[in-house]
């Protein structure tokens, strides 16, 4: 008898050979690149001119000792550490009030751009098939993956040596200003390694992005409750990435080892991200997607409702996200309130004189909270956007279903969502700044203050209707609009800008309640003006062709 060998079959799946995981890594990081060669530059150039902007307010603000001694007031308490930890604040100077009260703001949009970065060339392109094309070609399972997070490391490595540069370029110390840089693109790189790890999750971009940017709100929660129960910090700021960013103290006695935690955490997460990718299935999550029912519930059907739906989720958490920050920062109040030491620019900035000081600040803090309330209307712009570029609103236009109804539907639950949001945030703002000062009428001034900014934030929607309608490709300008009018309404009075500028903000018509009293015919013609570009924007959308991509 003669024995034939039999061999047994591999146990290696097939693209998982070793060698062969990360085959056409370098191929595919040449086409992120290619794809990203506006939005990246665009990221790093704006965040690098957003630190030069607020070097040239801080130069303005710490010119004497007693705007020194005010900012050096501003970084203790309750505010400060809702900004950072306010290292060197005994010895305050210009460098250190910019790495370590407006740090946070840089921290957080390095993680935005890096989270974003990583659901589009990963989560995105599963839900839009083109991994799947990919794949089908002489591509390893990790390859997209591994290119993203190289260009995610590149992209934060150029953004520190901005930033390091931008610093420099203020006369501030160049090895301190690339410290700096350094803890800011840590961040950006935590998250990035968080995206890996989130959008292996579930199926859907937008859960994958709101987990990680969950992940991001918990980080500065968690930092701002440390660094509050103790001088500098406590043992719970420990447990924020933002934290260690904050310890690496730029200014002060720059140390750079916190950044390894930094760079332990994201190597974890990635590291999880890469071993769950090989658990699942292209497009697939692993949490599996809840079923639908097969046929929609009766309330569901019309329009308006079916835009409620899809825009229920956002609604809620930006609610509630605001509600809480307006709660926190009216519940300080009263530290706004002792106008010991405080300066001139200060008092400028809130009203004018010591005897407005609280309703001044509620009044920066009501146009902060609707300006932001504008990031969400926008968003809700975007999201119809995205229906139609993904095909979803053409099965619906097919229908009896007009134009009109569908994306008229959109703008009336974002309409109405907005009232709700800023009657909800003004509602805590104002039981905050009531509990802090002592005074109960806060509650209902304040919520009347944030109200009465609903027209203006309206025009906003309106000029992303009309630019949707019109030009969809240019809804993006909308941003530019928003950005202007963070920038216009917190630092017009303090940089003295001229009137004519200010009037260009929507909100500044309305009048700064409850510091004032409320311009009500202004009120009237931004809802005319708001009514009128919505009106355009529905007109041109039942005129131009749908886009898909």
């Known amino acids: 008898m003669t024995a034939t060998a039999v061999r047994e079959p591999s146990r290696t799946p097939a693209g998982r050979s070793p060698g062969k995981v990360l085959a056409g890594t370098g191929i595919l990081t040449r086409l992120i690149l290619r794809r990203e060669r506006v ?10 001119l957003l630190l030069l902007y607020f070097a040239t307010v801080v130069s303005e603000a710490t010119k004497t000792e007693e705007q020194l001694q005010d900012v050096r007031r501003f970084t203790e308490g309750t505010i400060g550490a809702l900004f950072g930890p306010g290292y060197g604040r005994d010895d305050i100077t210009a460098e250190r009030y910019l790495a370590g009260v407006y740090g946070v703001f840089f921290f957080v949009l390095a993680a935005l751009m890096s989270l974003l970065l990583v659901s589009r060339h990963t989560r995105v392109d599963e839900q839009n098939s083109r991994a799947e094309l990919i794949r089908s070609t002489v591509v390893g399972r990790h390859a997209q993956l591994t290119a993203v997070l190289i260009v995610a490391i590149g992209a934060n490595a150029s953004l520190a040596l901005l930033l390091a540069g931008a610093m420099t370029a203020n006369g501030y110390d160049g090895g301190q200003g690339l410290l700096f840089g350094a803890s800011v693109g840590a961040v950006g790189l935590v998250f990035a390694g968080i995206t890996a790890l989130t959008v292996q999750i579930t199926e859907n971009s937008r859960s994958a992005t709101g ?10 929660v968690v930092r701002a409750v440390g660094d509050m129960t103790s001088d500098h910090g406590g043992p719970l700021s420990w447990f924020s990435p ?24 994201a190597a974890a997460a990635a590291a999880a991200g890469y071993a769950l990718s090989a658990r699942r299935d292209v497009g697939a999550g692993l949490v599996a997607a809840r079923t639908g029912e097969p046929v929609a519930a009766p309330w569901l059907n019309s329009p ?3 835009a409620f739906r899809f825009q229920r989720a956002g609604l809620i958490w930006w609610t509630v996200a605001l509600a809480a920050f307006g709660f926190i ?11 010991d030491d405080i300066s001139a620019d200060r008092i400028e900035m809130f009203g004018g004189s010591v005897d407005t000081l609280v309703d001044g600040y509620l009044s920066v803090i009501t146009l902060f909270t609707a300006v932001i309330a504008g990031v969400m209307v926008v968003l809700g712009v975007q999201a119809a956007r995205w229906e139609e570029t993904k095909g979803r609103a053409e099965p619906v236009l097919a229908t009896a279903t007009s134009r009109r109804a569908w994306f ?5 639950v974002i309409s109405i969502g907005l009232v709700g949001l800023l009657l909800v945030a003004g509602l805590m703002t104002g039981l905050g700044a009531a509990v802090s000062v002592g005074d109960g009428s806060y509650v209902w001034t304040v919520t009347a203050a944030h109200l009465a900014h609903a027209p203006g934030v309206l025009v906003l929607l309106g000029i992303a209707a009309l630019l949707f309608g019109v030009f969809p490709r240019a809804i993006g300008a909308t941003w530019v609009v928003l950005g202007y009018s963070l920038f216009a309404g917190l630092f017009g009075a303090l940089l003295d800008l001229p009137q ?37 924007g529905l007109a041109g959308f039942q005129r131009r062709d749908l886009e898909t991509k």
Do not use: C
């Open 39 to 48: 939005k990246l530059p665009a990221w790093s150039l704006g965040i690098t």
């Open 211 to 220: 987990i990680a940017g969950a992940a991001l709100g918990a980080a500065w």
């Open 242 to 265: 933002l934290a260690w960013s904050n310890q690496t103290r730029p200014y002060v006695d720059g140390r750079w080892w916190p950044l390894l935690l930094s760079a332990g955490l």
């Open 304 to 306: 308006l409702a079916a």
């Open 329 to 339: 920062f009216g519940g300080v109040a009263d530290q706004i309130a002792d106008s």
């Open 408 to 412: 008229g539907g959109y703008l009336a």
């Open 500 to 536: 004519w500028a200010r009037n260009l903000l929507p909100m500044e018509h309305t009048g700064q309640p409850p510091l004032d009293g409320v311009s009500w015919p202004a009120v009237l013609i931004l809802l005319v003006i708001a009514a009128g570009l919505a009106a355009a």
